[in-house]
């Protein structure tokens, strides 16, 4: 209950100020977290050791791992602005979209349908909101929280500009097939181990759980997938890559197509993770935690 409480604190207070003062309030916020919470700094830690890699030092560690919570509280910044948000400023001021035009409008021609398949990054909901500014309508699944009424007010606050934000489930995968079947854009997370089915896989050169939902659905609507991934650049700016369609492996074996084109996937994001190490947006222990899950399964 603490959770949403501050939630709607938050949002009735910071959500009233000018983006900026907002950002830079919450970058100091993020800093904060960082120094209070030992255990979330430790997940961090490791998470960037695995995406750093071997050479890195512990000073370039622990620095990407600051700006990751830096960029958690900007994201939280952008929810509770959400219903203030300016779409015209946010398409034509604030984003770079690329591959709009090369790859995603020619996917929606075919009529089968889009997924747009990205990572926890940048701002993935305020990306998904300057697709509507292009003219394309769409929907989201979305990570269920806790309790329910927060996961209720946080889609609620995505779904404020005109997109439609479900978590996932039965009801939202439903929604998503109904999408996909009638052409239009369905995006989906393919980073992290939240809900339904998963398989163990590398990312970075080490195995982790992942989530094989998304490629199972493509495999059985015949929706094209087009990896996707959102970075900020300096306070305001954000930037979005829209990907060539994966070409999706279909032998007939489906768990086997499943895994190879998740893999694929993976291969994609992992190049954009290496880059952008420090906004990928995840406070879990996403290595060790997922092996040890999948011993206890």
Same mark, same amino acid.
């Given at each position: 209950m603490w959770k949403y409480v501050l939630f709607v604190v938050a949002l009735h207070t910071l959500g009233r100020l000018p983006l900026r003062p907002l950002y830079r309030f919450c #970058?100091? =916020?993020?800093?904060? =977290?960082?120094?209070?919470f030992p255990r979330l700094r430790r997940n961090v830690w490791d998470n960037m050791r695995? $995406?750093?890699?071997?050479? @890195?030092? !512990?000073?370039?560690?622990?620095r990407a791992a600051r700006r990751v919570f830096r960029n958690v509280a900007k994201y939280y910044a952008d929810l509770v602005h959400m219903?203030?948000?300016?779409? &015209?400023?946010?398409?034509?001021?604030?984003?770079?979209?690329?591959?709009?035009?090369? &790859?995603?409008?020619? @996917?929606? #021609?075919?009529?089968?349908? $889009?997924?747009i398949m990205s990572a926890h990054m940048g701002s993935p909901e305020l990306a998904m909101q300057?697709?509507?500014? @292009?003219?394309?309508?769409?929907? #989201?699944?979305?990570?269920?929280? !806790?309790?329910?009424?927060?996961?209720?007010? =946080?889609?609620?606050?995505?779904?404020?500009?005109?997109?439609?934000?479900l978590p996932v489930g039965v009801t939202g995968v439903k929604a998503a097939m109904r999408t996909?079947?009638?052409?239009?854009?369905v995006a989906l997370m393919g980073d992290r181990d939240i809900e339904g089915p998963k398989a163990l896989l590398p990312l970075c050169g080490y195995e982790t759980l992942v989530p094989t939902g998304p490629m199972e659905l493509a495999l059985r609507t015949g929706a094209t997938v087009i990896p996707a991934?959102?970075? !900020?650049?300096?306070?305001?700016?954000?930037?979005?890559?829209?990907?060539e369609p994966l070409e999706l492996v279909r032998t007939g &074996?489906?768990?086997?197509?499943?895994?190879?084109?998740?893999? !694929?996937f993976l291969e994609r994001f992992e190049r954009y993770l290496r880059q952008e190490p420090s906004q990928w947006l995840v406070l879990e222990r996403v290595w060790d935690a997922a092996m040890k899950r999948e011993r206890r399964d």
């Open positions: #970058a100091c =916020v993020g800093d904060l =977290v960082y120094w209070l695995h $995406v750093l890699g071997p050479q @890195a030092s !512990r000073g370039e560690v622990r219903p203030r948000l300016d779409l &015209n400023d946010l398409y034509h001021r604030r984003m770079n979209i690329r591959g709009l035009e090369e &790859n995603l409008r020619p @996917a929606l #021609a075919q009529g089968r349908g $889009v997924i300057a697709l509507l500014m @292009a003219g394309i309508q769409g929907m #989201a699944l979305t990570e269920p929280l !806790r309790p329910a009424r927060l996961s209720r007010l =946080v889609d609620g606050l995505r779904s404020s500009q005109g997109l439609t934000f996909l079947r009638s052409g239009g854009v991934f959102c970075y !900020r650049r300096g306070w305001e700016g954000l930037e979005v890559v829209l990907e &074996n489906f768990q086997e197509d499943v895994l190879v084109n998740t893999r !694929r």
